[in-house]
């Protein structure tokens, strides 16, 4: 492990391959990740707070709107007083610009979809959880639960990587999150878009990978939700 | 009655003139805020905002696409010489390629100069994968770079008015450009 700025701890992910729910041709079954690092946990408010800080041009009173809809940041008591949200609560309501811009600012970048799946496809005991069937019982679990009324704070269970959080906690943005869309007229992406059911999968019972692509595919860079946040990757 | 009735018919066309004369309703906010630096076609820095105070028509391409980037190209051009001759004179075209690597200001002059593109109102550009990045997602463009190379995207034409606010988008080959020229036409000084 190698601490980072601001007491962030950014994690060795090794290679690996990523194979997408719904690839979107038949060269891209398979992606080879190549290794990179990640940070253990999403980014957190105090860790925003002090990015807003540094950049007022990311406050979310002075934010150009192309940047991010109006929901930005709206949880915290000001543009740079968090009030009720806590220090170490993962940092939510924040854009793709406004994430990408805040990885920028450490040296980093968001990851991509395949890193991100990638690093969350281990178990907590082998670094490809897809044939350990306990494990994949209480990801699904973790993705049925209702949202909890208070958000935890960031650093939950480590997976065999050693990072937290990669479920369970909120969704997280990848650099990459309208991949899915690209190319709608073809059959492949149509089906990997509509597939309301999971037919066409590659793995028909990953609900979870699903949930995530489903989720992704719906997204515009300036959204700020409530539920999704951010990691930085490099 | 007769009479009334040719009065509010009356109203009705100075109304629909009136309408068409106003200047046009962005779909969004600015995309010039984004601090891009590309390079175009002659080998000059500029930024995304090269075309500020004039509409724009804006659209995303490689120069080694097979399929949808000629359509779009074809597109814009027919787009801008629908324009009445006083607009197009105003109008500028901005074509932002996804393929930094490849094309560079040679590739893209000569792109330019194979597509017989007037070069005083068009700017072909090209920048870092970030920066194409930032602006794809400002405009609503979704891409990947395939394992095969190139590139998989959407067909998007976005018109902008003079401050870069959207005006008006086709997201597919042969739709109706009437918007894009009717949002050109009355994006006012």
Known sequence: ?234 | MMRAVLFSMLMLVVGCADRAQKSVEPLGPSIYPINASLVDQRGARVGLDVDRGHPVIIAMFYGSCPSVCPLILSDVKRIDAMLPAKVRDDARVLLVSFDGEHDTPAELARIARERGIDGNRFTLASGSDDDVRTIAAALGVTYRALPEGGFSHDYLVTTLDREGRPTARIDHAGADVTPLVSALSRSQP
């Not at chain 1, 690093?119 to 306990?134: F, I, Q």
């Open chain 1, 1 to 234: 492990m190698i601490a980072a700025g601001r007491g962030a701890v950014v994690v060795a992910i090794g290679a690996g391959t990523y194979r997408p729910l719904f690839p979107p041709s038949p060269n891209e079954a398979q992606i080879a990740v190549a290794a990179f690092s990640m940070d253990k946990t999403p980014a957190t408010n105090a860790e925003l707070l002090a990015f807003v800080k540094a950049h007022p041009e990311w406050r979310r009173d002075r934010i150009a709107r192309i940047f991010a809809e109006p929901t930005y940041l709206t949880h915290w008591a000001s543009a740079d007083a968090l009030g009720d949200a806590k220090p170490d609560q993962p940092a939510l309501n924040v854009s793709w610009f406004a994430a990408r811009a805040y990885c920028s600012s450490r040296g980093m970048r968001l990851p991509t979809e395949a890193e991100w799946e990638h690093a969350a496809a281990a178990s907590n005991t082998s670094a490809d959880g897809a044939n350990d069937g306990a494990w994949r019982a209480e990801i699904l679990s973790v993705y049925s639960r209702p949202s909890p009324q208070v958000l935890p704070s960031v650093g939950g269970k480590t997976n065999f990587w050693g990072v937290s959080d990669l479920h369970g906690l909120v969704w997280e943005w990848v650099v990459d999150f309208g991949n899915a869309t690209s190319a709608f007229a073809s059959g492949a992406d149509r089906m990997r878009f509509c597939g309301a059911t999971a037919a066409g999968a590659s793995d028909a019972t990953d609900f979870a990978a699903f949930e995530r692509v489903a989720f992704r595919t719906s997204l515009h860079a300036s959204y700020a939700m409530k539920n999704l946040g951010f990691r930085c990757a490099r």
